[in-house]
């Protein structure tokens, strides 16, 4: 075991190193678009001609990006302020982007967290109740609306529940910024957190993601449950004459429940791609709604720093995953 | 002529015993039976159809490179035959000679009007052929580099595959869309960038499945046949291993489109000014997301009926929403008649 985690954690490291690599490539294919975009952003106080002001404003940003060295250093120094975990600061306000990264993390992972809960909470009954009851009239209506919440896309559905509530119940979340949403630490700011606030914030978003990725989960549990409700040991313990309750919950459930767990594993990149719309949309002040505005103002270390570190912590949720698979389920071989 | 033949031949042949072969069922009756067999499956078809049916429009003479929007297949196509007007012919209101902003849907206006006084359904019909062609472009890029990679990967096994498949892990460690947005804010909005970047995207999944098919395609007979008369690894794996997994290719493809073509509806909605400004079922989405009117009464269906942007969000996202749908319950139904045991996504 100790001899797997510790090849999947250098293998990992690799894999780290290769997604570092294809972002400092990603953003030299046109280096010519980057610094002309960028420049007509930026501001210079010339003295002389308007052509001057623009080339002194991309000398500007190609400074400001490092461009202006050759490809092999700026690789190294690239990597050697990785190492360093400095990820440069961003354009707009020159803040730090790790320590950005850091204050925006909270409502970003607590959006995440609520949403796969809906979606346990959600699926999981719904999940048990179809697969007890197959090919009856219930089984076929939770089916047909898994089905039907697999389809509309999440973005969509966002849309309509905001127009929704703001049209017929005069309701729209309140706006604000993450100092107010999620002070971190919270001792330091002396203000605790606004719970009832941050609820507000959270709960349509959630709900909407939620119910996207409960019906995957509620379509995968009900097919698993079928499987083991088939085994012998389950016929044993009907025959032993235990109640339907013990049966479905203790025998059949949590042997149902293990290859879900991975499907959530498998499922938290899409979470994260959907946080970044939801953010948007419901404007939660997190990592999404940032990169959002920052591609708006060519903000490329922002962009390049969120993308970083996303790519990093789903490569090692992705190792936690596979590791708690071959804890829970001891017949799993590592290989 | 058959008859004719048979006489031809020499007598010392016995004239073959009469056969009544079973009839082969003509394609309506095979569709009827994929309908009551499938009829989800045939719902999302139709749909499917439908798509197409929108994207149809008179091409014209000159071919040139295959470009997106304009020149998907290499020839520019005209109007589609379904929308009514132009997508960018703006309407007036005959009293006023002001632009008609947000119309309610009329026999004119099918949909009712967008904010600039264009016509929605129109629009609706014009975007079809960009979700559609962007997905096609998208998919047949992660469909032969996916195929490519997986079956090399799988045939050679070994240090080959362990390095390979640890490169695709890093491309797949990215979040898809934050990996777009990048991408369309690196370059000039161009949807042949974002259709190929798609692809890139898709490259990962579409690869994993085929290694897995490969995997165990490898280890059958006719290919170790192949191998004992002496065909090179590329032959085997082009003229014996390929033609035996199309089955998972074609599903991958066609559960793919859908989630491509959401991919880029969501890219567009989010980041509506780095892509290419073409009618887009995300772009029209995004346009009436702010558009909340400030104090409306409280009545059922005033999403609709008192907010004519209503109208405009509904078109969209249904067009969105029943598109992805009907690709999944094509491909979903295509699966389970193609290779049942293959599990996709």
């Given amino acids: 075991m100790q001899q797997y985690i510790l090849r999947r954690v250098l293998l990992n490291l690799l894999v780290i190193y290769f997604v570092a690599t294809l972002v400092f490539l990603l953003l030299r294919i046109d280096t010519d678009y980057v610094v002309t975009q960028r420049a007509g952003q930026t501001s210079v106080a010339a003295s002389g001609s308007s052509e001057d002001a623009t080339e002194q404003a991309k000398k500007l940003v190609r400074e400001d990006l490092g461009l202006d060295k050759p490809l092999l250093k700026q690789y190294w120094i690239y990597l050697g302020d990785l190492a360093q975990g400095d990820l440069g600061e961003s354009f707009q306000a020159k803040d730090d982007v790790m320590t950005e990264i850091g204050n925006r993390l909270g409502p970003s992972l607590e959006l995440g967290l609520l949403q796969i809960m809906v979606a346990l909470v959600i699926a999981v009954p719904i999940g048990i109740i179809s697969a007890i009851r197959q090919d009856s009239i219930v089984d076929y209506v939770l089916r047909f609306v898994s089905i039907a919440f697999l389809g509309i896309p999440v973005f969509v559905l966002a849309v309509f529940v905001l127009r929704g509530s703001a049209i017929w119940l005069n309701y729209t979340p309140p706006l604000t910024t993450y100092k107010d949403l999620f002070p971190f630490p919270p001792f330091e700011t002396g203000r605790g957190v606004d719970v009832w606030m941050n609820l507000q914030i959270m709960f349509m978003p959630a709900i909407v993601g939620g119910l996207g990725t409960g019906a995957i989960i509620m379509r995968f549990l009900r097919s698993q449950m079928l499987e083991v409700m088939r085994q012998d040991y389950v016929r044993t313990a009907w025959a032993k004459g235990l109640r339907e309750r013990v049966i479905i919950m203790r025998h059949s459930l949590k042997n149902a429940m293990i290859p879900v767990l991975t499907v959530v594993g498998l499922l938290l990149g899409t979470i994260v791609s959907g946080n970044v719309i939801l953010e948007t949309i419901f404007n939660v002040p997190g990592i999404g709604l940032w990169v959002v505005n920052a591609i708006g103002t060519l903000d490329y270390p922002v962009v390049q720093g969120v993308v970083l570190v996303v790519a990093v912590t789903l490569v090692f949720v992705n190792l936690m995953v596979d590791i708690a698979y071959a804890w829970l389920d001891p017949r799993i071989r590592y290989g | ?345």
């Fill in chain 2, 1 to 345: 002529m058959q008859a004719e033949d048979q006489q031809a031949q020499p007598a010392a042949i016995a004239a073959p015993r009469e056969w009544t072969l079973p009839k082969r069922p003509s394609v309506a009756a095979n569709i009827w039976k994929f309908t009551r067999r499938k009829p989800l499956g045939a719902f999302g078809m139709l749909i499917v159809i439908a798509m197409l049916a929108m994207t149809l429009g008179t091409p014209k003479a000159e071919f040139g490179t295959p470009d997106l929007p304009s020149r998907p297949l290499g020839f520019e196509l005209g109007k589609p035959w379904l929308a009514r007007f132009d997508a960018e012919a703006i309407f007036r209101d005959v009293d006023t000679g002001r632009i008609a902003r947000y119309n309610e849907p009329s026999t004119t206006h099918w949909l009712g009007t967008d904010k600039g006084g264009r016509d929605t359904y129109s629009r609706m019909v014009f975007a079809a052929r960009r979700s559609l062609f962007i997905g096609l472009w998208a998919l047949m890029f992660a469909t032969v580099i996916g195929t490519a990679v997986g079956v090399v990967s799988a045939y050679f096994r070994g240090w080959f595959d362990t390095i390979v498949q640890r490169i695709m892990d890093s491309f797949q460690a990215f979040p898809a869309l934050l990996i777009l947005i990048l991408l369309v804010s690196l370059r000039p909005p161009s949807l042949t960038i974002l259709a190929f970047g798609l692809g890139f995207v898709g490259v990962t999944s579409v690869q994993r499945i085929v290694r897995g098919v490969v995997l165990s395609t490898r280890e059958q007979p006719f290919v170790e046949a192949a191998r004992v008369i002496g065909a090179t690894d590329l032959r085997t794996m082009v003229f014996h291993i390929l033609p035996n997994i199309m089955a998972p290719i074609i599903v991958v493809f066609s559960i793919g489109l859908g989630a491509v073509i959401l991919a880029e509806a969501a890219l567009a909605f989010i980041a509506p000014q780095r892509v290419p400004q073409d009618p887009s079922w995300g772009i029209m989405l995004q346009q009436t997301r702010d558009a909340i009117p400030p104090f409306p009464p409280f009545a059922p269906f005033t999403i609709l009926k008192g907010t004519p942007q209503g109208y405009h969000t509904l078109a969209a996202g249904g067009a969105i929403a029943l598109a992805v749908l009907g690709f999944n319950l094509a491909g979903d139904a295509l699966r389970d008649v193609l290779d049942p045991r293959l599990r996709v996504g």
